[in-house]
């Protein structure tokens, strides 16, 4: 994919935190893979919302059936999504901001 330098404000003490936890280097690929994200999750939002307008709000037992799949999929993929790939020992995931080897119990 190809790639254009920006210039964005950001808050200074969240981005060199960040900068300090990828790395030299993962700062751009951190930032862009929380743009896909939040894109990803807005899109998923209006696909919801036409869901329900359509067949109504999802049950209490939906919801709890689509929760155990999806963590029978996140121990399979060894507590991470499946789409991520492992971060080295000690360092956090330029994908996703988490610690190597670290479990997320709830949605992200």
Known sequence: ???RKYTVTLPEELAEEIRAEVGP???SAYVARALERRRDR???GEWVER?????GPATDADLAAAEAER???EE?????????????PGRRNAANGAEAGAVRSSLP
Do not use: H, K, Q
């Open 1 to 3: 994919m190809a790639t």
């Open 25 to 27: 280097g993962a700062f």
């Open 42 to 44: 807005d899109r998923l």
């Open 51 to 55: 869901l329900e307008c359509a067949y």
């Open 71 to 73: 963590r029978e999929i």
């Open 76 to 88: 399979l993929a060894g507590g991470r999504a499946p789409d991520e790939e492992p971060a080295p």
